[in-house]
């Protein structure tokens, strides 16, 4: 039996899902390439519970509806109620889990654009500061590394204004101070957090 009708499981899948679970009473998730499911094998009434999942779909997040499968089979219930208990459970949870899938998704979307923003808003700002005339040169460099993650020694000297041997002077003071550090294989400094 299965629901919705018109799904299918093609046999090589059906003789895996049966192989894996060697008659042990067990959850057993498949994934290949145009495959994804999680089973539950009930030793006792010898049957197989498949939910055929789609692509992204992450097989820990059905476990509890296996679970709930599990205990309705300690009911002696008849193939027609067996089967009007599998399209309840597929109404009530799996569509629930897809809407609470859909409304996190929708959640972490929100948080991410929020976070960029917020990240573009302190590049500019940090941005903004770096190139005042203000700040200390040591501050500078550590305002760039923090904006930037690594720079070049060029590339620092071309957004401080100073002379080449004073930003060598501060550059050697914070290296020392482990407050930046030096990537030897990009010729780059970088802030140490």
Request: glycine letters at 2%; proline letters at 1%; hydrophobic letters at 35%.
């Amino acid at each position: 039996m299965k629901y919705p009708d018109d799904i299918d499981i093609p046999d090589n899948i059906v003789q895996q899902i049966q192989i894996s679970h060697n008659f042990v009473e067990s959850h057993i998730t498949i994934e290949e390439k145009n495959w994804n499911s999680i089973s539950y094998y009930n030793e006792e009434k010898d049957i197989i519970f498949v939910l055929v999942l789609d692509k992204y779909d992450e097989s820990q997040d059905y476990i509890g509806i296996l679970d709930d499968f599990k205990k309705t089979l300690e009911f002696e219930l008849s193939e027609e109620e067996l089967k009007e208990h599998i399209e309840r459970m597929f109404l009530e949870k799996v569509l629930n889990v897809f809407r609470t899938r859909d409304e996190v998704i929708g959640k972490l979307s929100n948080e991410v654009a929020n976070l960029k923003t917020k990240e573009y808003d302190l590049q500019k700002k940090f941005e903004k500061i770096a190139t005042s005339n203000h700040l200390k040169v040591k501050s500078k460099i550590q305002f760039l590394l923090a904006i930037n993650d690594e720079l070049s020694f060029q590339e620092l000297k071309k957004s401080i204004k100073t002379s080449k041997r004073w930003l060598t002077s501060v550059i050697e003071t914070l290296f020392k101070n482990e407050i930046i550090g030096y990537n030897t294989l990009n010729d780059t400094y970088y802030l140490i957090f």
